[in-house]
């Protein structure tokens, strides 16, 4: 008959140590492991702030850019299409926004012939019409220019070739800003292109 061995107390708080030290080191590595997770989110939260905040910036200047560029005379396309062929008018209502004279004219005109552009120069800042247009169409010049004494809005207008009134050079009592320079800097037409200009002379 065998007898059982008995197991010495100090056996058992060996391994009751050991376990609580496994515990103990579990634990440990978990806070560790929390810790650096809530270090790493708090990283990225800090990013992800300054890059939404960055973006909120670009937005609002881009923004502030269009809203600038908007009041600008010269802050369209059609500002720099003015040629030889360029139909000057004036003499209409030009107390009111600048779309709708451009949609009248455009109208007006456009029976003459096809519309290419309609540039109706403002005051910078305060968008009012400067009460004068630029018209360019396609073959209808001579049609443009019978209209010369017509009506629009109850007024006389007055419509010649562009290059004969002194707007086309230059705007009085222009105020400008800092996109067009301002004074003396009117750009009421592109810089010629003497390669273009010389290729459509002789081709």
């Known amino acids: 008959m065998s007898i059982a061995k008995p197991v010495t107390p100090t ?13 103990v080191s ?3 590595r978990t806070v560790l492991h929390l810790c650096s997770s809530s270090k790493t ?13 960055n973006l909120k910036k670009q937005k609002k200047t881009e923004r502030e850019r ?6 600008c005379c010269f802050g369209c396309e059609e500002a ?23 949609n009248e004219l455009s109208n007006i005109f456009g029976s003459c012939g096809k519309i290419i ?3 109706v120069p403002m005051q910078c800042g305060t968008c009012v019409p400067l009460g004068f247009a630029f018209i360019n169409l396609l073959n209808g010049k001579e ?14 207008l007055k419509v010649m070739i562009a290059t004969d009134s002194d707007e086309y050079f ?25 390669d273009k200009v010389s290729f459509e002379l002789y081709h």
Do not use: W
Not at 145 to 153: D, P, T
């Open 11 to 23: 056996l058992k708080k060996k391994k009751k140590k050991n376990k609580n030290k496994k515990t």
């Open 41 to 53: 989110n708090l990283k990225r939260q800090k990013i992800l702030k300054e890059s939404k905040a």
């Open 80 to 102: 720099y299409e003015n040629n030889d062929e360029t139909i000057f008018v004036k003499g209409f209502q030009h107390l009111r926004p600048r779309d709708e004279i451009k």
């Open 26 to 28: 579990l634990l440990s």
């Open 170 to 194: 230059g705007f009085d009592d222009f105020d400008g800003c800092d996109l067009c320079g301002g004074p003396g800097k009117v750009r009421s037409r592109r810089p010629i292109d003497i």
């Open 143 to 156: 049609k443009a220019l019978k209209l010369n004494g017509s009506y629009m809005g109850g007024r006389k």
């Open 66 to 71: 269009k809203k600038k560029e908007d009041s």
């Open 117 to 119: 552009s309609v540039f």
